[in-house]
């Protein structure tokens, strides 16, 4: 269907029930609901309609459910933020309102199977013949799954340089995002591969991302800051499985063996025990990641991928911005990210080597669990300080002679080179007059190291020296704890994917998915919305929206 045939049908529903119905019910439900109506008559889904026919048999042997249909029903259950279909299915035949709304006629509503049917139709991806030899993504998530998740998590376990970063199990003196960036630069011209996450990826960029680009809301596309960060979304699937053995039996055991370590049958062919550190605790679910970029005030996301399992934030943000650039490049979107902003979790040698291929300046904090001392740079980089190599802090900073941290004087854009002075010769203003100031009394040693340079000693740094240490933002700058600030979109839309409640909705991931992209989709909607109602009141976007027939609509709403 598409948007104008939704529109006429949405305005010919209610001019119906208010010229014919006498439910009061149902005017005083849209009443308490116009603005869920002002935004599903404004989301516009036809760019939809090529990506999920893709997922259907061109030869219809039988009349199916419109897909963008399907798709309005579900977006709508995430904007009333129902968790449960069942429970969603029931209201909906229970309310006209909101049958008319998804674009269903009243007494023709879709049921629960309907529903699961179209999410695994979108899982399996562009439609393939059935054939013997391919077992599709549904059928190997509908089965049970023989795991043993403590030998799971013990191999894991231990396998990280310095505690942190996770290494390669072929290469143990690589981490695994160093592994990773290998692979994903050579291939950074290569297209998506064509199955389920394209699918939302394109649904996410063709529904939501450029109707906000198109309305003005993101603008600045050549030179975009980017947050990402990663959170756990809860499986519904049981976390203790089925046993497989016998240890419990009393007739093998006198006593019994209930925590023997034999496999178990589970319903979740990934869920595990992940660390919610917002929570202080461990949830059993799948971890996902997701981009989000905050403009005039909102919070847009970009993308989101949950490949399942406890996958750390060092692998899983390198994948998500390759990724991303590929989607926004095969969508015709011209987009350039400038900054990239992440937490501790993103702090490793990969992701500045990245960074630096793809031209993207990252402001990432040193993590507190990698902070080592380096003890002296190479002679070459030492500057004026002394001749012998500089000491450096714990964070990278270097030392003068008297054991004090540099002061940071300017970065070099040209060569990319830091420069350190003296800590206790400082700029100051005078009579008017601009003058630097040396505080001998600040200074261990109470004499000038190096009296014929009114900022010495000097030391030269260049970025290429070791990026991680000195990005092209310092980490003790303005500009690095104002564009930090931005980082906290990512936790705002995580509270926000919160309100969904989605945890606990979804056995596997792949339905999981689904419904953090809808709501993304919907936080687009709403955003959209809110923007709206800033140039015109709400009858005004009323009558925008259902054409002559709103006045006398809101008419009849005051009278109920």
Partial sequence: M??????ENLIKSFTTHST????????????????????MARLNLDSAIPILESVYSPVHRRTARDPVCMLRFMLLMALFKVSSITHWVKQVRSIPFLAILAGFA???IPGVGTCYDFMRRIINGPYQKPCPHITRRTKFNDGKHKRNIKSEQKSKKGRT?????PIDDQNPHQSQSETLIQKLLPQADQPRVNDFQKILDD??????????????LISDLKNLTVSGDGSILASAASPHGKPTCSCRSKGTH???????????LYSSPTATWCYDAYRACFVFGDRYYHLVTHQNGHDFPLMTIMPGGNESDYTLSLKTFDRFLKATRENNLEMRINIFCGDGHHDSYAHYDYFAAKQVIPVIPLAQK????????????TGSCSDSPTRLDTDGTPL?????????HYYNKRKKTHVYCCPVKRSTHRDGKYLLVTHLDECPQKQDCTPQSALGPLVYIKSETDRRLYPPILRESRQFKQLMKQRTATERCNYLNDTYHLDRSSRNADYGLIRLTLANIIEHAVIRYQETLKRSSEPEALKQTLGESAPALLKLLKAV
Avoid at 370 to 381: A, D, F, G
Wanted: net charge negative.
């Fill in 2 to 7: 598409l948007h104008s045939e939704y529109r």
């Fill in 106 to 108: 009243p007494d023709d």
């Fill in 161 to 165: 340089h310095e505690g942190c970063v």
């Fill in 254 to 264: 006198p006593e019994g063996v209930y925590d023997c370590q034999h496999a178990r």
């Fill in 400 to 408: 003068c002679p008297a054991g004090l941290r540099m002061r940071h």
């Fill in 203 to 216: 649904l996410l960029i063709q529904t939501a991302l450029k109707p906000s680009i198109e309305d003005g």
């Fill in 20 to 39: 014919y119905s006498k439910d009061r019910a149902f005017f005083q439900f849209w009443q308490e609901h116009k603005k869920e109506l002002l935004i």
């Fill in 370 to 381: 990698s902070k080592t001392p380096y003890p002296h740079l190479p002679e070459n980089q």
